[in-house]
């Protein structure tokens, strides 16, 4: 009687030669397909390229694009930090972060854990959290100037209550607070929406169990959700930290242009200022340099503290 051969295993069929006719790749093929050529291309020119420029143009002497560059060394660095503007431009987005930060993502997730209770309406509250996003930075900008003008809404509902008015925009110890309450409304929501979408993959067998034991919403807000979403967390926090790291520029050119004086001068309009109003290209991509540093150690550092709170 003819024995029957077993069948091959997995082991022999994956080391067995290929068929005739059709080579097997070749691991660097396998590593980097082809598709991702461009990609990287683009990346390459568009992403890495700019970052390049940034630290080349900083050790450069150029008053303006139509005139010749020279080599400066490290002159507009010791300019920087000998410049009282850069250290008020430092401390304005130190207090940015410091407060800004933690109030934004602390309301986002409040709100996110209210939505995924599926209250009623909460998918058009989802919607109404993402306007704000929605907006141009110029429309913002001219609803919270008419909002915080002398004669604007805010004083006027103060008014009533027998509080005085106050020119929010123009008095030196509330103007950077403006800045700030403009840059929560447009983040708070949008970070909502983002957090609430990893929210919605929390097993709710888990979180009726709790409940059924006695938890309340804060105990399950804070001992349940926060944690099971806590990378994700992060990572919109890492975002919106560069969001007020580099983007407020337009938001203090639009309401107050750095002023009353230094008051709302930051990082990133100081970088506009010395480029484009003062056309000191140098300088400009100098604190361009500091505040690219700035960035990548404040990554870090939040990626640091939400692994250490684990």
Do not use: C
Not at 12 to 30: D, F, H, K, V, Y
Not at 238 to 245: E, T, V
């Amino acid at each position: 009687m003819t024995a029957i051969a077993p069948p091959p295993t997995t082991e022999q069929i994956t080391t067995a030669a290929p068929l005739s006719g059709r080579p097997r790749r070749s691991p660097l093929r396998e590593r980097f397909p082809g598709l991702a050529l461009p990609a990287l291309i683009w990346y390459a020119v568009f992403m890495i390229g700019p970052v390049v420029a940034i630290f080349v143009i900083s050790f450069l002497r150029w008053p303006g694009m139509l005139e010749t560059p020279t080599f400066a060394g490290w002159d507009n660095f010791r300019a920087v930090f000998s410049d009282a503007t850069f250290w008020a431009a430092l401390g304005n987005s130190a207090v940015q972060i410091i407060v800004g930060l933690p109030i934004m993502i602390v309301l986002a997730f409040l709100l996110a854990f209210y939505v995924v209770q599926k209250p009623r309406g909460h998918k058009v509250l989802r919607y109404l959290l993402f306007i704000p996003a929605l907006i141009s930075a110029p429309a913002t900008a001219m609803v919270f100037y008419a909002m915080l003008n002398p004669d604007g809404l805010v004083n006027g509902v103060l008014a009533p209550l027998g509080l005085a008015g106050n020119a929010w925009l123009a008095d030196p110890a509330t103007a950077l607070g403006a800045i700030i309450a403009v840059e929560l409304w447009s983040g708070i929501g949008y970070s909502a929406v983002l957090i609430a979408a990893r929210l919605d993959g929390v097993d709710t067998e888990i979180v009726q169990a709790a409940r059924v034991d006695g938890a309340g919403d804060w105990r399950v807000a804070w001992r349940m959700y926060w944690p099971i979403a806590q990378d994700f967390i992060g990572v919109v926090t890492m975002l919106q930290f560069l969001s007020l790291l580099f983007n407020s520029a337009q938001t203090v050119l639009l309401l107050t242009q750095g002023g009353p004086g230094t008051s709302t001068m930051t990082l990133s309009y100081l970088i506009y200022s010395k480029a484009f109003v003062e056309t000191n290209l140098g300088y400009s991509q100098a604190v361009g340099v500091i505040l690219f540093i700035l960035g990548l150690s404040g990554m870090w550092l939040i990626r640091r503290t939400l692994r250490a709170t684990h």
